[in-house]
């Protein structure tokens, strides 16, 4: 069968003629070109035309116990010498944007809140007995960590007792943090909506490449949140919790954990990005991380991989692991006496470099 040019021009307009009828039966037209009355009313429609622009009244404010941290590139990985030769952290250039971080690590009083709320509201739902082997701490972690070790005192009294409330919690699996970050982030967006303001960001682990962006303080090429290279200040002090002699924990002023803002803060505001506990990440562990995760924001979330990233060292470690470069894991089950966390906040209205801030302190938390 041929067709002349006059058939198939008139079939091009009956199908645009179609096509327009059934966008106005969806609506379309109407919402979103301004058909129908186009009252000066109707959200972001004037008079027929559309004049929307930014919603008004919106301003991400800085969550209770956070910083702000600035958006930027940096050349992450091993800042000095790989002396464990595990070459799983090769040098690469990486950009990050904006986000929020907690000060400190989580600690003892805040978790309890969570525990203590899952308790009052769960219990129908998941039962005492799950609530209290999947999220409470495991205090026997103190025990079990070493062997021939005294950890009946703290066993008995760093979750439980008021004395030790400041101190960052442990004995959290990566999934407890996990399931910590989601309930606070519910608890956060509930009061807002109740209060008719926007939804919030949620709550989050820190992926390992925002971690050491926020642990170098600013620094380029920091070999610890406080620069380089030592450890102690010229008086001698140490500078975290950490082991810094053989068979000497107490050196540093604390025999195991130290409350979660002692020491000097890094450049950010940061309490204790090395030392006193090792952090979860968000990340799972890879060791040729580098050639899987992109350049921009990378993180590597894969629920296949039991192993996630741990940052930071701890009061029980040597300072080869309070390196800002340097990274290790366990496994995502697995609760331990030297693993606590912090959260972090995507920024959305920093992810640009022009709108950068300084990662000032907004609340006075813990102090």
Not at 88 to 115: A, G, K, L, W
Not at 204 to 219: D, F, H, M, Q, V
Not at 224 to 237: E, I, L
């Amino acid at each position: 069968m041929k067709y002349n040019g006059y058939t198939i021009y008139a079939t091009r307009v009956f199908l645009v003629a179609a096509t327009v009828l059934l966008m106005q039966g969806c609506g379309f037209l109407k919402s979103k070109f301004g058909g129908g009355k186009g009252k000066s009313g109707d959200v972001g429609i004037t008079n027929g035309e559309v004049t929307a622009t930014a919603r008004k009244g919106y301003k991400q404010t800085t969550p209770y116990g956070m910083v702000l941290i600035p958006s930027g590139s940096f050349i992450m990985g091993q800042a000095d010498e790989d002396v464990a030769a595990t070459q799983i952290n090769m040098n690469r250039r990486v950009t990050i944007s904006s986000f929020y971080m907690d000060d400190t690590e989580i600690t003892n009083h805040e978790y309890r809140q969570y525990v203590n709320a899952l308790l009052a509201d769960s219990v129908s739902v998941m039962g005492e007995e799950e609530i209290i082997a999947k999220y409470y701490p495991d205090t026997t972690v103190w025990k079990n960590d070493f062997t021939y070790h005294n950890g009946d005192p703290m066993l008995e009294y760093y979750f439980a007792h008021p004395a030790f409330d400041t101190y960052p919690v442990v004995g959290v699996s990566w999934r407890s943090a996990q399931h910590f970050c989601q309930w606070r982030t519910n608890l956060y967006n509930d009061y807002r909506t109740k209060e008719g303001m926007v939804q919030s960001p949620r709550f989050r682990l820190p992926s390992e490449a925002e971690w050491e962006w926020a642990a170098r303080g600013g620094k380029p090429g920091a070999k610890y949140p406080w620069g380089n290279p030592y450890v102690a200040n010229g008086k001698g002090c140490y500078l975290a919790n950490f082991k810094p002699q053989r068979g000497n924990f107490d050196a540093d002023g604390y025999p195991y954990t130290a409350p979660a803002n002692a020491y000097n803060p890094n450049d950010y505001g940061l309490y204790n990005m090395a030392g006193n506990v090792a952090e979860w990440c968000r990340d799972a562990f890879a060791e040729n991380s580098n050639a899987i995760v992109w350049d921009m924001n990378p993180d590597n979330q894969n629920p296949d991989e039991p192993r996630k990233v741990v940052r930071g060292g701890s009061w029980k470690d040597i300072a080869y692991y309070l390196e800002t470069g340097t990274r290790y894991y366990e496994y995502e089950d697995q609760k331990r006496s030297y693993i606590g966390f912090r959260c972090v906040m995507d920024n959305l209205e920093g992810r640009t470099a022009a709108a950068r801030n300084r990662g000032v302190r907004s609340n006075a938390k813990r102090r």
